[in-house]
């Protein structure tokens, strides 16, 4: 099955990356996960980051819409889902980071040098690939 998918690299005021620790893989992600129906890829990363990390985010464009065999998941009970993601810039408006103990057991602050040494899945590297330049991200001026 194909899944649009939505995700958000949700930044504070120093430039550090909230991630989430996935209850399912033990892997830490970045915030995010399938678009709804009716639902834009928008409201589907601001839902997300609600949902997973108990913030309120400030999206701040498009860093990367992505897909390919990196994308692809088998769920412990064989669904096949290939995920195109579009990944948002993003900036934490509201709220204290919290797991909400479902789909996700932590909720944390990285550096950029500390997101490499991080257990994440494939998807995910790929992702913070993809959407950091080689030079790094700006710290978001304001939240």
Do not use: C
Not at 20 to 41: K, T
């Amino acid at each position: 099955m194909l899944a649009p998918s939505a995700a958000v690299l949700a930044r504070d005021e120093q430039g550090r990356v909230l991630m989430v620790l996935s209850r399912d893989s033990g892997r830490w992600q970045v915030l995010g996960g399938l678009v709804e129906p009716d639902e834009s890829p928008q409201e589907a990363a601001r839902r997300e980051a609600f949902e997973e990390a108990g913030v309120t985010v400030e999206l701040r464009g498009i860093l990367a819409v992505l897909g390919g065999p990196e994308h692809r998941v088998t769920y412990p009970n064989g669904d096949r889902v290939a995920y195109v993601v579009t990944v948002f810039d993003g900036v934490v408006t509201a709220g204290e980071p919290t797991p909400d103990g479902e789909e996700t057991s932590a909720a944390e602050w990285f550096t950029l040098r500390e997101l490499a040494g991080l257990d994440t899945d494939e998807s995910t590297q790929a992702l913070l690939a993809a959407s950091i330049p080689p030079g790094g991200i700006e710290p978001p001026l304001r939240a």
